[in-house]
Nanobody, 126 residues
């Protein structure tokens, strides 16, 4: 059974940084695709960044240049390093996993994932 657990959320001022982590029990992240999504209040859940089994990343336009997605295949965690955070980055951040090996544009689409964590909250004050 796949079990995803996010951590690392918190409250920072605009311009600050955070590192989110996701542990993936029962899921070989080294051989599959895994991604970060976020959901702000009253908004749809949106893809932020993903990474495939070949460690190729994909980013939403809002994340490019500020966020870095990575994973440690020995430990099966997924990371999201966020810098220069903005108030619009506020939301609950979720880790999502899929059994496909090859990534693509689909990685940032919410409906493509069957496995989700419970989320970790990120708050950015201006």
């Amino acid at each position: 059974q796949v079990h995803l657990v996010e951590s690392g959320g918190g409250s920072v001022q605009a311009g600050g940084s955070l590192r989110l982590s996701c542990t993936a029990a029962g899921f070989p992240a080294s051989r599959n695709c895994i991604a970060w999504f976020r959901q702000a209040p009253a908004k749809e859940r949106e893809g932020v960044a993903g990474i495939d089994s070949y460690d190729d990343p994909i980013y939403a336009a809002s994340a490019k240049g500020r966020f870095t997605v990575s994973k440690d295949n020995n430990k099966s965690p997924l990371y999201l390093d966020m810098k220069n955070l903005k108030p619009e980055d506020v939301g609950m951040y979720y880790c999502a996993a899929d059994l496909r090996r090859f990534g693509g544009d689909w990685q940032l689409l919410r409906g493509e994932y069957n496995y989700w964590g419970q989320g970790t909250q990120v708050t950015v004050s201006s």
